[in-house]
């Protein structure tokens, strides 16, 4: 018997979407997709299921990470970034204000002078000066020019 339904549109009230992290649910260790889990998603996806990414990673960091796998959808930094793999394009950005920023960040350096911050926009992902030292002054090899932008 045959089927009319299309993989894109499964009938009402079945499973059309798989939603996962990645560290500690899909990567096994470190960056690492069992080929087991890889072939699982490929299996979700050809059957017509939606699968989406849902990380606390930046989309920066996610995307090559997941350049194998039929992924289209990532649910990027905790939330505040909806990421078209297809596109190439951020679809959705909730930001913290400028002003709250630079006033959190203001008392926090203030209170903490040796503090380093990141953050991430939609032109990459910046570091303060102090980050950088920071990094150095705990990870033999790293090099400030590593970091993005300052």
């Known amino acids: 018997m045959t089927s009319d339904r299309s993989p894109e549109r499964p009938p009402a009230g079945a499973l059309r979407l ?14 690492t997709i069992s080929d087991r889990t890889a072939a699982a998603i ?54 913290l204000g400028d002003d709250l920023v630079h006033d959190v960040v203001t008392r926090l350096t203030t209170a903490f002078p040796t503090l380093g911050v990141a953050w ?13 030292r920071n990094r150095e002054a705990t990870n033999p090899g790293y090099s400030a020019s590593q970091g993005r932008r300052a």
Do not use: K, M
């Not at 299996?43 to 090559?64: C, D, F, K, Q, Y």
């Open 18 to 31: 798989v939603a996962s992290d990645l560290d500690g649910t899909l990567f096994s260790s470190g960056t």
């Open 120 to 132: 991430e926009d939609g032109l990459g992902i910046g570091y303060s000066a102090q980050f950088h």
């Open 42 to 95: 490929g299996s979700a996806a050809a059957a017509g299921l939606e699968v989406v990414i849902a990380t606390g990673r930046s989309h920066w960091n996610a995307v090559p990470l997941l350049a194998h796998l039929p992924v289209r959808w990532l649910i990027c930094s905790n939330g505040a970034t909806v990421y078209d793999v297809e596109a190439g394009a951020i679809v959705l950005r909730r930001e």
